[in-house]
C-alpha cells in the first residue's frame, strides 16, 4: 500500500498525529481558556409568555430544578437562569439586564444593615438587653446561649407586637461548633407566628399559620455547610404582606440572596401566636421539643417596613461553572439580556 498510495499513508500518518493533538487542544482550551471568555444570551417572552432562548445554553427553571417553557401567569416568586457553557468557567461574571415589570434580580444585598435605623434595635454584645429576661451569659462581647443549661430569653409585653404588618428583621449572630449537631429548628430569634431557625445544613425564615389557625406556613431556606459554624453572620428576613395578591417573604445570609417566596393575599393569623413573646434561643414550637440555640448573638433589629434591593441591571459573579441567576418578584418579564466573561 506504500507504495502504490505513498501520499494516502503520509495523510494518515500525519491524520493520526493531529487529530490526538487536536482534541488535545480543544480540551486545554474549553478548561483554561487562556484567552478569555466572552459569550451573549438572551431569553424572551411572547405574546404568549411562551419563553425564547438565544442558545440552548441558557434556560429557565423554577426553585425545584424543573425546566420552565412558558410563564403564563409570570413570575409569582422566584424563578431561575440557568446558564451552561460548554467551557470550564471560573471566577466569570454575568451581566444581567431585565425587562420586565415588578421583577428583579436577585443580587447580593448592597445594603449595610448595621446602619439601617431600626424602629427596634438591641445590643447584646455587653449582655443582656435592658427589658428582656431570662437566662443567658455575657461571654467574647456578646449574649452567649448555652444550649446544655437550655439558655434563652424573651421580651415581655411583646406579644401583639412584630405581625400586624411588615416587617424586617435583623440579626448578628455566631453558632458554635456544638450548635452543629443540636438539630434542626434552633431558634436565633422568632415570635412564634415568624420565626429564624438554624439547622445543621440551613438558615430558615419561617411564617404562619396564616389567615386563620388551619392556615399554611411558608419559608425560605438558605443552605450552609460544616465550615458555617464558628463564624459570625448577620441575616435580613423581610415578611411583606399585599392586599392585592403580590405579599412575599424573602430572606438574605451574609449579604447572599437566599430566595423569595410568595404568599399571594396571605398574612399572618396573629391570634395563633396565642400570647407568645418575642423569643431569642428557643422556640416554644412542637410541642416544645425544639433544640436550644448554642452560640453568640450580637445584635437584632427589627423594622415595621420591607426593606430589600430591587435591581433589574446588575453584575453576578460565579466561582464555578454552574451559573444560576435568580429572578425575583410578581409581575411579567419581557426579556433577558446575559453577557458571561472569564
Given amino acids: 500500500m506504500d507504495n502504490e498510495h505513498p501520499f494516502l499513508a503520509k495523510a494518515l500518518i500525519f491524520l493520526a498525529f493531529v487529530i490526538p493533538l487536536l482534541i488535545l487542544e480543544y480540551v486545554l482550551y474549553i478548561n483554561y481558556l487562556p484567552f478569555g471568555y466572552e459569550k451573549s444570551y438572551e431569553l424572551t417572552l411572547d405574546e404568549n409568555r411562551l419563553i425564547s432562548s438565544s442558545s440552548n445554553e441558557a434556560y429557565v427553571v423554577d426553585n425545584g430544578g424543573k425546566r420552565l417553557l412558558s410563564l403564563p401567569e409570570g413570575v409569582n416568586g422566584q424563578i431561575n437562569v440557568i446558564i451552561e457553557p460548554k467551557v470550564a468557567l471560573k471566577e466569570a461574571s454575568v451581566d444581567v439586564e431585565i425587562e420586565g415589570e415588578s421583577v428583579f434580580i436577585g443580587m447580593p444585598l448592597a445594603l449595610n444593615l448595621t446602619d439601617v435605623e431600626w424602629d427596634h434595635s438591641w445590643d447584646f454584645t455587653q449582655g443582656i438587653p435592658e427589658g428582656f429576661e431570662g437566662a443567658a451569659e455575657h461571654k467574647e462581647d456578646c449574649t452567649y446561649f448555652d444550649s446544655a443549661d437550655r439558655q434563652s430569653i424573651f421580651l415581655p409585653n411583646s406579644e401583639n407586637l412584630f405581625e400586624s404588618g411588615p416587617i424586617s428583621i435583623y440579626a448578628r449572630w455566631k453558632p458554635s461548633e ?6 434542626d429548628r434552633q431558634q ?3 415570635h412564634y407566628n415568624w420565626e429564624i431557625y438554624q439547622g445543621e445544613d440551613s438558615v430558615r425564615f419561617q411564617i404562619g399559620r396564616m389567615n386563620d389557625k388551619e392556615g399554611p406556613f411558608y419559608s425560605v ?11 459570625e453572620h448577620e441575616l435580613l428576613a423581610v415578611y411583606s404582606p399585599d392586599p392585592e395578591g403580590k405579599g412575599y417573604i424573602e430572606l438574605w445570609v451574609d449579604g447572599n440572596f ?6 399571594a393575599g396571605d398574612v399572618i393569623f396573629e391570634d395563633y401566636n396565642a400570647g407568645r413573646p418575642l423569643n431569642l434561643g428557643w422556640s416554644p414550637h412542637n410541642y416544645r421539643t425544639q433544640p436550644y440555640f448554642d452560640g453568640c448573638i450580637y445584635e437584632a433589629g427589627i423594622l415595621n417596613s420591607a426593606i430589600g434591593e430591587n435591581i433589574k441591571t446588575g453584575t453576578l459573579y460565579f466561582d464555578n461553572s454552574e451559573i444560576k441567576i435568580p429572578i425575583k418578584g410578581h409581575g411579567s418579564i419581557n426579556s433577558i439580556k446575559l453577557d458571561v466573561r472569564q
Fill in 188 to 190: 436565633i430569634i422568632g
Fill in 221 to 231: 431556606i438558605y443552605p450552609i455547610a460544616a465550615d458555617f459554624f464558628g463564624n
Fill in 178 to 183: 456544638q450548635s452543629r449537631i443540636l438539630g
Fill in 258 to 263: 437566599a430566595g423569595r417566596t410568595s404568599i
